[in-house]
């Protein structure tokens, strides 16, 4: 019998990644998706088209307890990946109220669900650096304080200590992964480092003639989401249930990441960048940086892309994506060559 796993959230970033992940392990991979989701799967589900036919998704809502309720009821699953949240600390600041909803009613609902349900799942809630905001010490680390500063920082020391709280006191198998920035391709444009890519590569190709940001200094821990993923699993394969930071232990500043997407495409930012206050928010957190040791030590979790790699995959990525738009697909046809190899040398000039 496959192993089998849920995981909110699967049509994220991250939940795409653990899917692959997880599928390439064996295990039987199940999937909770909003309703809409289904109703525009070309829409909604990008990141996961290439896995729908090996996948079993569900309709459920964080917002509602009998939808998680009744999957939980109805499966037995070995391990539940809680992934789905509103993950945009800028629209926290928006629509507070929305974002505490989702993300610390939506743990305790499946947390409570499967207490009552005396699920025997292991389960991993999906923390974040944001918890520690204005930070204490550096490196952060488990032991840090937190002090979050937005409504979705405060939202994931909730889940944190919900998850937490479940543990201790019906003795649960439930982790806290505290995981700092992870990126990659399938980033949501919103995001600074997607955002920043696909701005270079729109420029390159004449697509775009600036791009606009906030706060230049701010500096986070970057590392891969495919990366990541793997401590999330590794987290459950534990004796004993516990918390885990993933980090890379770099931190660059926002501006870093502008000059070495720009110079993927032999450009420099300064030409095409300006600062914009929309961007910037009513409480920032200035500095993240990792020390990922007990994951290292524990979990034998090491990342594998670095810094630059991360740069380099993301913006060449966007040329490929954006190359349809004048035609390199066909173009490539034609002259018997792929259009990752075509951007490739439009990297290079
Ligand atoms: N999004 C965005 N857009 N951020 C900008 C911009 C802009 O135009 N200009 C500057 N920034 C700065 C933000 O102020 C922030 O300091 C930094 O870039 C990173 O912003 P995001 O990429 O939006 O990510 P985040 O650090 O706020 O949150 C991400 O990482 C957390 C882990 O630390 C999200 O993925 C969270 O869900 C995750 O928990």
Same mark, same amino acid.
């Given at each position: 019998m496959p192993r089998t796993a849920l995981i909110t959230g699967i049509t994220g970033q991250d939940g795409s990644h653990l899917a692959e992940h997880l599928l390439g392990l064996g295990y039987e991979v199940h999937g909770t998706v909003r309703r809409v989701a289904l109703e525009q799967p070309m829409h909604r589900m990008g990141r996961i088209a290439h896995l729908l036919p090996r996948l079993k998704l569900h309709a459920a809502s964080l917002e509602s307890y009998p939808s998680l309720f009744r999957i939980l009821g109805a499966h037995d699953f070995d391990e539940i990946y809680h992934?789905?949240?509103?993950?945009?600390v800028a629209e926290s600041f928006e629509d507070g109220f929305s974002t505490m909803n989702a993300n610390v009613n939506g743990t305790h609902y499946l947390l409570a669900a499967m207490r009552e349900l005396k699920s025997r799942a292991r389960f991993y809630f999906a923390g974040?650096?944001?918890?520690?905001?204005?930070? #204490?010490?550096?490196?952060?680390? *488990?032991?840090t304080p937190f002090h979050p500063r937005s409504p979705y920082g405060i939202s994931k020391v909730s889940g944190f200590f919900l998850t937490m709280n479940h543990r201790e006191a019906y003795g649960m198998y439930c982790c806290g992964g505290i995981l700092f920035n992870h990126e990659g391709p399938?980033?949501?444009?919103?995001?600074v480092t997607r955002k920043i890519t696909g701005a270079a590569a729109r420029i390159k190709l004449g697509l775009a003639g600036e791009l606009r940001l906030g706060n230049l200094d701010a500096r986070r821990d970057w590392g891969h989401a495919a990366d990541y993923v793997r401590a999330m699993h590794l987290m459950l394969q534990q004796d004993e249930p516990d918390d885990y930071v993933v980090a890379t232990g770099e931190t660059h500043s926002v501006r870093e990441f502008c000059e070495l997407a720009f110079q993927e495409v032999n450009l420099d930012y300064r030409d095409w960048l300006k600062t914009d206050e #929309?961007?910037?928010?009513?409480? *920032?957190?200035d500095l993240l940086v990792g020390d990922a040791s007990k994951a290292r030590e524990r979990l034998g979790w090491t990342p594998r892309v670095s810094f630059a790699g991360l740069v380099r995959e993301m913006v060449r990525a966007d040329l490929e994506e954006l190359s349809p738009k004048l035609d390199l697909g066909a173009l490539a046809a034609r002259v018997g060559t792929s259009a990752s190899r075509i951007a490739e040398a439009a990297c290079a000039r």
């Open positions: 992934l789905a949240a509103q993950s945009f974040s650096s944001e918890m520690f905001g204005k930070v #204490r010490e550096t490196p952060q680390r *488990e032991s399938r980033r949501g444009h919103e995001f #929309r961007y910037l928010r009513p409480a *920032e957190v």
